[in-house]
């Protein structure tokens, strides 16, 4: 864009923003088709136009005050422009903020009074390292812009009253912002807006009947569609890719959802880059239960980041014979985002029912067999899943001393241990 400017100055020729927008995001993809899905791409051309678009007619909106000189109104003006440029650039970008990190904030208001002005500096010391590469002082200097652009960024980015965690927004939500920020645009355009006002006054009563009738029409189909589907719903079973241990998610015919297990790997956040995005993606910010068949790290640890941002009505777990450190840290982190979560422990014999139509029956572990060898992944919670004429059995990392016990238990009754499908204990092999 800064190149088609230039060649626009030297040819004498006036420039148009939109059509440099659009030819370099052109050259772009002709380039890399690819880049049209790339977040950084998305970002870059999505922000720019909405400066372009907005920028102008917030300041016209916003002006009103009489010029003063005084520091405290040129300070108040630069933060309003800094602001209204900030707001204008995030005004098209929210949804792909959105479906990219679930995450919905306004830290960048704040942040970007600091920024900008190192950004401008940073910006300005960059052109002369271009000429000037071998002056250690200018990259020292330089550094250091970096890393207090770094700072705020990470500053402003941990608070969390300015931040707000939201589902993914499907194609119709998608298109009904972006049909609400053109009309945005409308209204704030001197221009249109006398055009709109007009339009409004002359079929009040018309467009008025035509916006009832969409919000009308929009809950309905809504409503019945969701009836349908829930209607010749069945019991959905997925199994999560966590790279190390369990995770089983499970959608019921009454819609009841349920996470069994929640993976874990040292050094890498399971529930933050994996099960977080798979909920948040499927509009899922609350879970009926969370079912751990033990605790060890590579079936828990997923759940601890995953607490802060989804609501768990009942986590259940199986009987603890010690207070075991991961347990303990999982009481700790329910306490510490003040989670509802009601804890619920059992053991063989027990049933529990998810809905009317789907329930567990557990098989182990037995209150008055604890098995000493390998404790946790022998002690481990071992049910049964059953809706309808299907069942499924869960089985955690029970090893060979839990399933010769299993079966002894209930060899006079081997009927219970039938089931469709097995979640095979990999520890077995």
């Not at 789907?358 to 182990?364: A, E, H, K, M, R």
């Amino acid at each position: 864009m800064s190149v088609l400017i230039i060649i626009s100055k030297l040819t004498y020729r006036k420039s148009n923003v939109y059509y440099n927008l659009c030819f370099s995001s052109f050259i772009l993809l002709i380039i890399n088709p690819y880049y049209l899905v790339d977040l950084g791409f998305l970002l870059s051309f999505l922000a720019t136009l909405g400066i372009l678009l907005f920028v102008n007619h917030l300041e016209d909106f916003f002006s009103h005050q009489k010029e003063n000189k005084s520091f405290l109104k040129k300070f108040l003006n630069y933060t309003k422009e800094v602001m209204i440029v900030s707001l204008s650039a995030n005004l098209m970008i929210i949804p792909v903020i959105i479906n990219s990190s679930n995450l919905l904030s306004f830290n960048f208001l704040f942040s970007n009074l600091i920024i900008s002005p190192v950004m401008f500096l940073l910006e300005f010391l960059g052109i002369i390292f271009i000429f000037l590469p071998n002056i250690k002082i200018l990259n020292f200097i330089i550094k250091i812009f970096i890393n207090i652009i770094n700072f705020v960024a990470t500053f402003f980015s941990k608070i969390k009253f300015t931040s707000y965690t939201i589902c993914s927004l499907n194609l119709f939500q998608i298109i009904l912002y972006y049909t609400f920020l053109g009309f945005l645009y409308l209204v704030l355009s001197k221009k249109w807006r006398e055009y709109l006002k007009k339009i409004f006054i002359r079929f009040k009563k018309v467009l008025l009947k035509i916006v009832f009738s969409l919000i009308v029409v929009s809950i309905l189909v809504n409503v019945f569609y969701d009836f349908s589907i829930r209607k010749n719903a069945g019991l959905k079973i997925c199994f999560l890719d966590v790279s190390q241990g369990d995770c089983t998610f499970l959608i019921t015919k009454e819609n009841k959802k349920i996470l069994i297990d929640t993976g874990g790997i040292e050094n890498y956040d399971i529930g933050e880059n994996v099960l977080k995005p798979y909920l948040l993606k499927r509009k899922i910010k609350k879970l009926d239960f969370l079912i751990f068949s033990h605790l060890d790290y590579d079936h828990c640890g997923g759940s601890i980041s995953l607490l802060e941002y989804i609501d768990i009505k009942y986590i259940i777990l199986p009987i603890q014979f010690e207070e075991y450190d991961n347990y303990k840290a999982l009481i700790n982190k329910i306490k510490e985002v003040k989670s509802k979560a009601k804890i619920i422990f059992l053991s063989k014999g027990d049933i529990l029912f998810l809905d009317k139509y789907t329930y567990i029956n557990v098989l182990w572990p037995y209150r008055g067999k604890k098995i000493a060898e390998n404790e946790i992944n022998n002690n481990a919670l071992v049910f049964k899943l059953n809706f309808k004429d299907f069942s499924m059995i869960f089985t955690g990392d029970i090893e060979k001393e839990a399933e010769e016990q299993i079966l002894e238990e209930y060899k006079n009754n081997k009927k219970i241990l039938e089931s469709d499908i097995l979640k095979v204990a990999h520890h077995r092999f």
